[in-house]
């Protein structure tokens, strides 16, 4: 009754209900799971109770939050070992139960513990139970242990692929005897076992790194996936082929001997089998061209640094290109209906696919596809008008544009035209394939913009008022146009762009565009913004003037939303409308600066407004878009900024403290930053109630780790803003920074992409700390406060100079042992000069292909040159 009782919708039942549920599980967890176990395991109760008991259990085991998660296998690894024991056996007796939802929670729960005991040594008797219902049940018991399987694989999977662990956290008997189930069961008779064992297999590939290793092992799990991948059952052969997808994924290197039979298999299943099927079998070629895309890179990357690389490419794209290529291209004219469809078709993976073969193969696949649009693109059928448009648009990445130039040039006009198509497919593909010409290849692009009485902008104009998928990707084609030809590519910034000349009028007609009745469909109205919002951030500098009466149109938008309550159904579509408004406002900001004086009541007052609305719907939340767009017009007001900042600090505060929401918390974090750069010494009312909402953070196990480098940036630009004041917290705050260094790349997972880039965040906020906290004191003339910690400083990085090189964490490193030097001149590079890491990190820097970083560091080394003492 009280499992029942947690779900009721009645609110008071439902919350005593779990209130006597944590209380159970906080006084005697190991009571409380064996109780919950025996629920699961007993025909004597009903269906769903035993579900809730199994869901529970499970959970109590296992969370989606890394610390909970760690925090709950803790706690049960240190249950007495004979509960247990019991437990487990309890469970395990539930997946004979006779209803099917006990059973499938049962296998939940299965996994979850053997996850967390198996890589330990634990639980050994598991998987050999599981391996004799396999071969000893009948076909639902059968079944189920191989859900169990499936399960499992997938939680072994998860902690190699998540947590940067290798195959030999399983040990190799273990996933013997797994793989030895699941082959057993891809080969049963029944259609159900078969599905679940090939569906187990799928996650095991995961653990199988020393089985293919092994020819003879590799062969034969090839050889059954290939059986199953040719059965009679479709189910059956979309599990199997997306076993043969992630062997791909996992074992590229092993795959030569077997692509001709791959080959044959996948291509023969897109032309005859049912699109279900179809699809994981394309699926296969694009994850192949993921994997030599990757390769490509790395092999670009070893060339960069005179090396060869680890792996390279074996080419499979390029050998396959005859073949695939006329099956790709077919494939695209099976779309059967104009509308977009919400289910991924054939014919969406046939696009996706030869988009990736473009980016492979480069110009080699040009003459194929334009030989297919040639002949397609004039069909009186809309599908084969649509394909020939899509092929075009497709192969927009990859190939050279001094190849494609003249195949744009000259079909630019026509393909303008086909924008009045009367089928809605052919517009909507034309307007996407216009876009990534526009996105892959500017330079072609920009003789045909035209202005908004000709070429293609006035075609555009046009057809912001065409339904609503081909106006959104209309809204695309003019984002991408206003990114690739920004004012600010260069220095000084342009004083105008291709997009000048019709600024105001595509400013015009977007804001109408996000405002038609129909705004909704296929996120035209946030298309339309966003568009707007990139139009305004990259114009040239002649179009700022107008800028102005922009905002004050965008700005009665804004305040318009605020007739519409929360007790309206539509308010939340509101509050989007809102977040969008907020976010052309904010670029408008940036680009007015002062300019923006006459109206910032106004805009201050509907920030505020959208973050108190928005807090009544999201408790104890605060509204992004609004949080940045008043960051921005602190930073345009500067100084002046002080007049609203009591009344946004409070919501600011929240924001700090809001760790459970980390992009809240982090932007939060960035507009501290915004605030001190703008108010300078005026922000030091508010330096003490900031300083411990970031200490509170950083001492809170809970907190994203992820938060950390923007808290350690945050430390230096308050001492940037209120300098000497800075002097009375220092110690505290060098602490943290302190701490903060010696986490090391080795204290993580090994080979863990994440946990390296976590690293090297955390090493540069707590270089850019380091620099704010130099400067702040140097204005204050009290950088003898700091002379103590300034080997702290120069011992991380020596430990930078040890690990390889990363151009960010060089460039501060190298920024910071300048400012140390400038700071305290003969006296630090007496012994500076003496260090063995100086050299080093000044040569690596040096190599840097950031521009800037090799900048730095002729400036570091002219700086010790200058302060070197005379031998």
């Known amino acids: 009754m009280l499992l029942t009782a947690a779900t009721d919708p009645d609110y008071e039942k439902r919350t005593a209900a779990e209130k006597q549920l944590k209380e159970a599980e906080a006084n005697n967890a190991g009571q409380f799971y064996t109780a919950l176990a025996k629920e699961l395991a007993s025909d004597a109760k009903d269906a769903t109770s035993r579900q809730l008991a199994g869901i529970l259990l499970k959970n109590s085991v296992s969370a989606q939050d890394r610390s909970l998660d760690q925090e709950r296998k803790t706690r049960w690894l240190e249950l007495d070992e004979g509960v247990k024991n019991n437990i487990k056996d309890t469970v395990l007796s539930a997946l004979s139960a006779t209803q099917p939802a006990p059973r499938v929670a049962a296998c939940q729960v299965i996994a979850k513990v053997g996850a967390c005991e198996l890589p330990l040594g634990k639980w050994p008797n598991l998987v050999p139970v599981l391996l004799n219902v396999v071969t000893e049940g009948d076909n639902t018991a059968k079944q189920t242990a191989l859900t169990a399987l499936s399960y499992l694989c997938e939680e072994l999977a998860n902690i190699i692929l998540n947590d940067g662990a290798t195959a030999d956290i399983i040990p190799s008997d273990l996933t013997n005897s797994i793989l030895t189930a699941v082959v057993q069961g891809m080969r049963l008779e029944d ?15 995961v653990l199988a790194q020393r089985n293919f290793d092994n020819e003879t092992e590799r062969n034969f799990i090839f050889q059954v996936v290939s059986e199953n991948c040719k059965g009679p059952n479709g189910k059956v052969q979309v599990a199997a082929f997306e076993c043969l997808v992630q062997i791909a994924t996992e074992y590229y290197d092993y795959l030569q001997p077997y692509m001709a039979p791959i080959a044959t298999l996948t291509l023969d299943t897109i032309k005859t089998a049912p699109e279900t099927v179809a699809i994981p079998a394309m699926e296969l070629w694009s994850t192949v061209c993921d994997e030599e895309l990757f390769l490509k890179e790395l092999e670009l990357d070893a060339q960069a ?54 980016q492979v193969v480069g110009d080699a696949i040009i003459e194929h596809v ?41 079909s630019f006009t026509f393909l303008m035209g086909l924008l009045g198509d009367p089928s809605v497919a052919v517009r909507d593909t034309t307007a996407w394939t216009i876009a990534r010409i526009a996105q892959f290849h500017e ?21 912001l008022k065409d339904e609503p998928r081909v106006a959104a990707n209309i809204c695309w084609v003019i ?15 342009a004083q105008c762009t291709i997009l000048s000349e019709p600024f105001f009028s595509l400013a015009r007609e977007l804001i109408v565009t996000a405002s038609r009745p129909d705004a909704e469909e296929k996120n035209l109205g946030e298309a339309a913004y ?159 109630p900031i300083l411990n909402a970031l200490y509170n953070n950083l001492q809170n196990p809970k907190v994203d780790r992820k938060l950390k480098p923007v808290i350690m940036v945050c430390f230096g630009d308050i001492a940037m803003a209120i300098t000497g004041e800075f002097e009375k917290t220092l110690q505290p705050v060098v602490a943290v920074l302190a701490e903060a260094s010696a986490t090391r790349i080795e204290h993580g997972p090994q080979d863990n992409e994440e946990w390296v880039d976590y690293i090297h965040s955390l090493r540069d906020g707590v270089l850019q700390a380091y620099t704010g906290i130099i400067h702040g004191l140097k204005d204050a003339s009290l950088l003898n406060s700091f002379k103590l910690h300034v080997n702290g400083v120069l011992e991380l990085v020596h430990r930078i100079t040890e690990d390889p090189p990363h151009d960010k964490v060089l460039k501060s490193a190298v920024a910071v042992t300048g400012d140390l030097v400038c700071a305290y001149k003969e006296e630090l590079t007496a012994h500076l000069v003496k260090a063995n890491f100086l050299e080093k990190l000044i040569k690596q820097a040096q190599e840097s292909d950031d521009p800037q970083c090799a900048q730095n560091a002729t400036w570091l080394r002219d700086l010790i040159g200058k302060y070197k003492p005379a031998p």
Request: proline share 5%.
């Open 530 to 688: 966003s568009a707007l919002s990139m139009l305004i951030g990259k114009a040239g500098m002649d179009c700022v003037p107008m800028m102005e009466q922009i905002t004050v149109a965008i700005l009665e938008k804004l305040e318009a939303t605020f007739q519409i309550t929360a007790a309206d159904p539509n308010y939340h579509k509101v509050m989007d409308v809102q977040g969008s408004l907020c976010g052309c406002l904010q670029v408008l900001t940036v680009r007015l600066k002062e300019k923006i004086q006459p109206v910032k009541e106004r805009l201050f007052a509907a920030y505020m407004k959208v973050i108190q609305q928005y807090g009544q719907t999201h408790a104890n939340s605060i509204h992004e878009e609004a949080l940045l767009a008043i960051s921005a017009l602190a930073f345009a007001l500067g100084e002046n900024f002080e007049v609203f900042l009591p009344h946004f600090f409070p919501y600011l505060q929240a924001g700090l403290s809001n760790y459970e929401e980390t992009t809240v918390c982090r932007i939060s974090n960035e507009v501290v930053g915004d605030l001190c750069r703008a108010m300078g010494s005026k922000m030091l009312p508010y330096c003490e």
């Open 370 to 410: 334009l030989t297919f649009v040639q002949n397609n693109y004039q069909s009186a059928q809309w599908n084969q008008r649509e394909a020939a448009i899509l092929a075009y648009g497709s192969i927009m990445e990859g190939p050279s544009s001094d190849k494609l130039a003249q195949p744009v040039a000259s």
């Open 191 to 205: 259609a159900s076992c078969k599905e679940a064992a090939t569906k187990a297999l799928y996650h095991a590939l």
């Open 479 to 493: 984002h991408v146009l206003a990114e690739t030809h920004p004012y600010d590519a260069k220095d000084p910034p």
């Open 305 to 358: 640094e005179g090396k060869s690389p680890e792996r390279t490419s074996q080419r499979f794209i390029a050998q396959a290109l005859p073949l695939l290529l006329p099956i790709l291209l077919d494939t695209l004219t099976k779309q059967k209906s104009e509308e977009v469809e919400d289910e991924w078709t054939l014919a969406m993976a046939s696009g996706t696919c030869l988009s990736l073969v473009a």
């Open 443 to 463: 330079t072609i692009i920009a003789e045909h913009v035209g202005n908004s009485q000709a070429g293609l902008v006035k075609v555009l104009l046009e057809k």
